[in-house]
């Protein structure tokens, strides 16, 4: 996947795991372990994750709570790569990942009409426009069983200036990014018919040397410092991101929120 990135044009996460980035999300693994406390995972609940890429969080929810996920993914080189992860995991009974675009869940035949116990989306919701979040969240309301819950980690954009950080991050990243503020968020979430049962936020994490440490390890703080240190226009891009996180840090983070379907 990475010898066909046109790293000019690439989207930034494409980018991160080109330089051997595992954790894809604002708040990094240790905001995804907060959201998934508020979680009563069973074994044999459903859980339907939205732009799963390769697959590392179906993988570990399947491995922890015995749960059994279904992912949704557009990319193709990302499902070639999440199916390869599944196989490996010996998991494939209980996590499957169907290529498709999780605004038009109903084109995934095998998924077309099921109802969750879960939905899950991390770093995803902030990638549409406004009108599609409204449009993904009726979707979401739909897909939950009464009861469900939905888990959600995205980036967060306090202040006066939403629209200028907003193009900014754009320009960067070079995809769409439409993050909102904490009671943007909430709002979005409780306009559906949702109740908002736990909501943190926090700092952006997702370029800070020292959490890519804590979490990922020494050797993909190394590999992804040597890929960087050889390869110019990959270190143009990530450093490119850096300076806007860093620009624009005190509006910038992110937001776990856990909300439920009345029953
Ligand atoms: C920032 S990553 C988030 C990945 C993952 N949720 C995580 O936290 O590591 C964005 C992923 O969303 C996928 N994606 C973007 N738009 C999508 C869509 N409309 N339907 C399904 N997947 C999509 C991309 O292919 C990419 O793998």
Redesign the pocket.
């Known amino acids: 996947m990475t010898d066909k990135l046109d790293m000019n044009k690439a989207p930034g ?1 494409q980018v991160l795991a080109a330089a051997g980035k595992k ?3 604002p708040g990094g693994f240790g905001a995804t372990e907060k959201l998934l406390e508020w979680a009563d995972f069973h074994a044999d609940q459903t859980v339907l994750e ?4 390769f697959g ?2 179906a993988i570990s929810l399947a491995k922890r709570y015995g749960v059994h996920v279904v992912g ?4 193709p080189d ?1 499902v070639a790569r999440a199916e390869a992860n599944i196989a490996k995991s010996g998991l494939a009974k209980q996590v499957e990942i169907f290529q ?4 038009h869940l109903e084109q995934i035949a095998q998924i077309s009409e099921q109802q969750f116990d879960y939905v899950l989306a ?3 919701l902030t ?1 549409q426009s406004d009108a599609a979040k409204a449009t993904l969240l009726k979707g979401i309301y739909n897909r939950l069983k009464p009861g469900g819950q939905l888990l959600i ?1 995205e980036l967060r954009v306090e202040g006066e200036q939403i629209d200028e950080i907003r193009r900014d991050l754009s320009a960067t990243i070079r995809v769409n990014a439409c993050p909102l503020s904490t009671n943007g968020w909430s709002h979005l979430v409780q306009e559906t018919g949702l109740i908002i049962e736990n909501l943190d936020t926090g700092p952006m994490m997702l370029l800070n040397p020292y959490r890519i440490l804590k979490e990922e390890g020494i050797l993909a703080l190394l590999t992804m410092a040597w890929r960087m240190l050889t390869r110019p226009a990959l270190r143009r891009r990530i450093l490119s991101m850096r300076a806007t996180f860093v620009r624009h840090s005190s509006n910038l983070g992110y937001i776990v929120l856990a909300a439920r379907k009345p029953m």
């Open positions: 996460h954790a894809l999300r939205f732009a799963s890429s590392y969080s949704v993914e557009q990319n990302s498709g675009d999780i605004l991390e770093a995803i990638m980690h």
